[in-house]
Nanobody, 124 residues
Framework: EVQLEESGGGLVQAGGSLRLSCAVS???????IAWFRQAPGKRREGISS????????RYSRSVKGRFTISSDNAKNMVYLQMNNLRPEDTAVYYC??????????????????WGRGIQVTVSS
């Protein structure tokens, strides 16, 4: 059974940094992991993804240049380093996974497995 669990969220002031972690278990093949976020009253937004097989990464325009996705394959961990945080980054953040596919985007329908989500709040 595939399981994903987020950690590392919390409250931070604008301009600050946080690192989210996603613990991945249960995949028996290579996989892709993406980070999504959902603010109150808004649709869930895909913000970054990584292909574990070759390290290919993708970012949405809203976070490119501020957030960095990475993986530690030996530990089955995926990270999202978030720098220069803004109040509009406040949301529940989710990691999601799917068996490896090249060229996969960051749309909710493309991912089969989801963590429970973790709150990130950025104060102004």
């Amino acid at each position: 059974e595939v399981q994903l669990e987020e950690s590392g969220g919390g409250l931070v002031q604008a301009g600050g940094s946080l690192r989210l972690s996603c613990a991945v278990s249960g995949f028996v093949v290579d996989y892709n992991i993406a980070w999504f976020r959902q603010a109150p009253g808004k649709r869930r937004e895909g913000i970054s993804s990584i292909e574990i097989s070759d390290g290919t990464t993708r970012y949405s325009r809203s976070v490119k240049g501020r957030f960095t996705i990475s993986s530690d394959n030996a530990k089955n961990m995926v990270y999202l380093q978030m720098n220069n945080l803004r109040p509009e980054d406040t949301a529940v953040y989710y990691c999601a996974g799917v068996a490896s596919r090249n060229g996969l985007g960051i749309s909710t329908w493309q991912y089969d497995y989801w963590g429970r989500g973790i709150q990130v709040t950025v104060s102004s």
